[in-house]
């Protein structure tokens, strides 16, 4: 799978890692930064790109951490046909994938560490939505809401 990944400084340890295995396991990672730790860089300069990559189809799927999650998943959330969401458990990283076609998973690297984090993008990237008639009508509803 074509996965494409971003962080800020809070995040950069975590994404190198998770390049790493990604890379391991056969996925062809896009990185969209921060290339170097750099204390000074704001998320919405990494997340963005990869918001609107996945938006575009670029990448099939994003993965992208910050400190907390928070503020990065707020901001991916602005794009147009992204599907963001914050995540710390296993049945939420399948299930938002699921039930929501959930499409850019959102870690907070002074949340979670390293184990957990490759778990959940795991369970993330290994989901597949079901197209239940109950989902795409509320995915339907949602998608009138994007500007």
Not at 2 to 23: P, Y
Not at 27 to 55: C, I, N, Q, R
Request: hydrophobic share 45%.
């Amino acid at each position: 799978m074509r996965v494409g990944i971003a962080a800020d400084h809070a995040g950069f340890v975590l994404k190198e890692q998770l390049t790493k295995a990604l890379g391991e396991s056969g996925h062809e990672v896009v990185d969209f930064g921060a290339s170097s730790l750099t204390p000074e860089d704001d998320y919405p300069d990494y997340v963005v790109p990869l918001a609107l990559d996945v938006a575009r189809g670029g990448v099939e799927r994003g993965l992208a951490i910050c400190g907390s999650g928070v503020g990065a998943c707020v901001a991916a959330n602005k794009v147009k046909g992204v599907r963001a969401a914050l995540i710390h458990d296993i049945f939420s990283a399948h299930q938002g994938v699921e039930d929501d076609d959930m499409n850019v998973i959102f870690f907070g690297a002074r949340v979670i560490g390293y184990a957990l984090a490759w778990d959940l993008t795991e369970a993330f990237l290994a989901a597949r939505f079901n197209e239940g008639e109950r989902h795409l009508r509320r995915l339907g509803k949602v998608s009138v809401l994007e500007t």
